[in-house]
């Protein structure tokens, strides 16, 4: 197609200087789009938490803080974990919330150290599920080699809660000297990922059942901090990780390009996706980019080393579906293109909110 | 996957692309309107843009039945959730579609229960489980989803449920391209119908077009490859001067439609007087409600709706874009005042709409993005 | 508008002759057939899915005449590269 007209380059810049503009929450209330990991919860973090707490460790907006203390350098995360069904194909919340504070701290290129663990418990919620769930929990830390050294239990009544939310937060220690965040991107860059997309997102829509569909699919929840470690032992070149969550792929790709001010470059035909994650995505209509995984990650590394990061990715259980997914060059910085399987070329933008199933 | 992904392979394209620039008179400018939002979604989602020649322009048509529902019944639609006897069941494309007061996840918010479902029926499952619940299904959609909810209110009443009930907002595609055709700004070359509504209403009904207003239409397939040789079969029958239903889509599409569906929709809806579109007015015969023999399954009947009637806002110029006539990003409050965060038109609204698709995925310059992508 | 995948009949449900078990990339769903009484779809058959309702069932020698055409118009598109690369070495 033609390159724009004066005119309409004129509203293009004019909207790309209001996306620039420092974010307002417009809405009185809290909605649900504002917890999706889109746009909307982009805006409430920046808008009230960074807002408010503003300082020069929270502002990157990493996985993990990292800090000095004494001679010893950390890293530091907490995440909250609501998911709902509490048990679901191939873990439950409690593994989930062990494995997503050891992976925002592993990304961060720290080795996880020690957990905390909070519980807020709904009155009336069975016994027997806590046990269930603690056990995993207590299982998950093994696989991941850390320990739960304190924790907190608080319960609500009935119809306060849904039965059980967990906090937990995690401390980890820096060993290497890669300085890693997505701000250090650069053009000539390689981005990769571990795996597979979307599994977990995929398998918690079905799990809650109201869609009545069945798939042989399983969430993907895994602890990183080993596959991790082999990645940075094999390669000096890593730039950054990011575990693919809320949001999934697409919009870590979206904050390496902000941060950095690059563009990512992605090539749809080399993006993993299971038939079934396809599948299924198709007939809800939701792009798998935007889908959340739980033992995913996104790494960003030094294009001429992207072949030995690649092999010691797949070197390990874990990463034995890595791809080289897509690259980094300089303009137009602040973007996400994908290349089409079909050939074309269309741009990868935050969601507002979660992605929707849709009829149309 | 089958019968989706031979329909997206690149070397056909390109020689489809070869062939449809070949057949473009020097000089001329075409203009076809998509009428359906699913091929705006697809021209987007894989850059089709990107394999057609400079002077073929795509205007983006009303076939969005979430972008067309107007303000006053998305308020109306909350007013029945806010009771508290009330679980209102919706297509996950409605829930951003903002009323005066906020969408439905807004409302929400302020204590309705709004749930998502994937169709009709599980809303009648709902209903089953929740005897003491009111369950009012939020009905949207052209000619394709309209016979599944006819479907449903039928076995609704078969089963005697008597806590169900339709919020019916069903609209027809006929009167919309109609209603375009009648637009004296109006310069477009021809059509790519829609083919899904059209495996419910077959090709016949688009026969006036050529007839009347000289214009081809090519009823088009969803997948990139099919939208590319419904451009073609256009451009052929311009070059040959002829001027036709074709149908593109036969995989799917019946010359006739769907019998069974056309039934059920008579059996259960009548045309409604007229029906307010967001962006394009009030529309003779364009929409479906509840016939008196089912009123038992009317939300409308059942609960007093307001009917509230909220004016399109003044500063946005949908109806314009939805006839072709601006450009999205010629709007005045395009992508400054209206975001697809912060919507004010129908065109925004949804992710199809054709403002929230160029907002998306275009509002860069094709060239530039194109350099980029393969630079390496 | 309307979002319609292919997808392949696997059974008809015995209890509920309206519902066939419909299988989309491995991934499977009950899918109402209701709308499709004057021509029931079999196991194998193919079906186009719309908010849980099949609309239609896929044709496949007309989507194997359409993938026809669009070879064709590759070999022609070929051939005429071809010829283009020919009367450049000449």
Same mark, same amino acid.
């Given at each position: 197609m033609s390159a724009p007209t004066d005119r309409e380059q004129q509203v293009l810049d004019r909207i790309d200087k209001a996306r620039r503009r420092r974010a307002k929450v417009r809405e009185e209330r809290v909605t649900l789009a504002h917890g999706s990991g889109g746009k909307a919860t982009q805006t409430l973090v920046e808008a009230i938490f960074l807002d408010a707490f503003r300082n020069p460790l929270l502002e990157p907006l990493e996985d993990a803080a990292t800090f000095t203390a004494g001679e010893t350098r950390l890293a530091l995360t907490t995440d909250s974990f609501v998911v709902s069904p509490l048990f679901f194909p191939g873990g439950d919340i409690g593994d989930l919330a062990v494995n997503g504070t050891v992976n925002d701290l592993a990304v961060s290129g720290a080795r996880p150290l020690y957990l905390t663990a909070g519980f807020i418990l709904e009155e009336g919620f069975g016994i027997e599920d806590l046990v269930r769930i603690v056990h995993s929990m207590r299982d998950a830390a093994e696989r991941a080699g850390v320990d739960v050294v304190t924790g907190d239990t608080k319960v609500v009544q009935r119809g306060k809660a849904d039965g059980c939310y967990v906090n937990t937060a995690g401390v980890g220690v820096l060993e290497h000297s890669h300085a890693l965040g997505?701000?250090?991107? !650069?053009?000539?860059d390689a981005v990769l990922v571990s795996g597979p997309i979307g599994e977990h997102g995929v398998t918690i829509m079905l799990a809650r059942g109201e869609l009545d569909i069945d798939a042989d699919l399983e969430s993907d929840t895994a602890p990183l901090n080993g596959l991790v470690a082999d990645l940075l032992g094999a390669v000096d070149g890593v730039r950054a990780m990011r575990d693919a969550t809320r949001g999934g792929v697409a919009t870590i790709l979206n904050e390496v390009? !902000?941060?950095?001010?690059?563009?990512?470059?992605?090539? +749809? *035909?080399?993006? $993993?996706? =299971?038939?079934?994650? =396809?599948?299924?995505? +198709?007939?809800?209509?939701?792009? $798998? &980019?935007? /889908?959340? %995984? +739980?033992? =995913? &990650?996104?790494? /960003?590394?030094?294009?001429?080393?992207?072949d030995a990061a690649l092999a010691a990715l797949r070197a390990h259980p874990l990463g034995e579906g890595a791809a080289k997914i897509g690259r980094i060059v300089d303009d137009p910085p602040g973007l996400v293109l994908l290349n089409t399987a079909f050939g074309g070329t269309r741009i990868v933008d935050l969601l507002v909110g979660d992605p929707l199933p849709r009829i149309c | 996957m089958r019968f989706v992904d031979e329909f997206r392979d690149a070397e056909k394209a390109r020689a489809l692309s070869a062939k449809i620039t070949s057949l473009c008179e020097p000089g001329r400018q075409y203009k076809f309107m998509e009428v359906c939002g699913g091929h705006t979604h697809t021209i987007y989602k894989h850059g089709l843009e990107d394999y057609l020649p400079e002077n073929i322009q795509l205007v983006h048509g009303p076939g969005c039945p979430v972008c067309v529902i107007p303000m006053g019944r998305v308020d109306d639609a909350i007013h029945i959730a806010r009771r508290p006897d009330v679980l209102m069941t919706s297509f996950g494309d409605m829930m951003r579609v903002p009323g005066s007061g906020g969408n439905f996840f807004d409302s929400n918010a302020e204590g309705t229960n709004i749930r998502m479902v994937y169709s009709p029926l599980d809303s009648l499952k709902i209903a089953r489980q929740n005897p003491d619940t009111q369950v009012v299904f939020m009905a949207i959609g052209f000619e394709t989803t309209t016979p599944?909810?006819? &479907?449903?209110?039928? =076995?609704?009443?078969? +089963?005697?449920?008597? *806590?169900?009930?339709?919020? %019916? *907002?069903? /609209?027809?595609?006929? $009167?919309?391209?109609?209603?375009?055709?009648?637009?004296p700004d109006l310069r477009l070359d021809g059509f790519l119908g829609p083919g899904h509504v059209s495996t419910v209403i077959g090709c016949r009904p688009y026969e006036f077009i050529p007839r009347d207003y000289s214009r081809p239409v090519v009823v088009a397939g969803f997948e990139p490859l099919d939208i590319l040789q419904s451009i073609y079969q256009l451009m052929v029958q311009l070059r040959e001067g002829r001027c036709e239903v074709e149908n593109q889509y036969s995989r799917v599409v019946p010359w006739d439609g769907n019998i069974v569906a056309l039934r059920a929709i008579a059996q259960v809806m009548e045309l409604r007087p007229y029906f307010e579109w967001r962006g394009l007015g009030f529309i003779s015969h364009s929409a479906m409600r509840v016939k008196d023999s089912y009123a038992d399954f009317d939300a409308e009947r059942r609960f007093a709706v307001p009917g509230v009637r909220v004016a399109d806002p003044k500063a946005c110029q949908c109806g314009e874009v939805l006839k072709g006539v601006l450009k999205p990003w010629e709007c005045k409050v395009f992508g400054t005042a209206c975001t697809p965060e912060t919507p004010i038109g129908t065109c925004m609204v949804s992710p199809e709409g054709a403002c929230a698709a160029y907002y998306n995925f275009g509002r860069f310059s094709r060239q530039r993005v194109r350099e980029a992508s393969h630079s390496s | 508008m309307c979002l319609g995948i292919p997808g392949e009949v696997i059974e008809i449900l015995e209890d509920r002759p309206d519902l066939a078990r419909v299988s989309v990339s491995g991934v499977k769903r009950a899918i109402n057939i209701g709308l499709l009484t004057d021509d029931p779809p079999v196991p194998g058959d193919w079906i186009l899915i719309h908010v849980g309702f099949a609309l239609s069932k896929i044709d496949e020698q007309e989507a194997a005449a359409a993938l026809e055409f669009l070879e064709s118009?590759? !070999?022609?598109?070929?051939?005429?590269?071809?010829?283009?690369q020919e009367s450049r070495i000449d």
């Open positions: 997505v701000a250090t991107a !650069k053009p000539g390009a !902000k941060a950095a001010d690059v563009a990512v470059v992605v090539d +749809e *035909n080399a993006i $993993p996706v =299971r038939d079934e994650v =396809r599948g299924a995505s +198709e007939l809800l209509g939701i792009d $798998p &980019m935007y /889908v959340a %995984c +739980e033992g =995913r &990650m996104v790494v /960003v590394v030094d294009g001429a080393q992207a | 599944s909810t006819a &479907m449903t209110v039928l =076995r609704a009443a078969e +089963e005697g449920l008597e *806590n169900f009930s339709v919020f %019916c *907002n069903h /609209v027809t595609i006929i $009167p919309a391209i109609k209603a375009i055709l009648d637009s | 118009i590759g !070999k022609a598109y070929e051939d005429e590269l071809a010829a283009l």
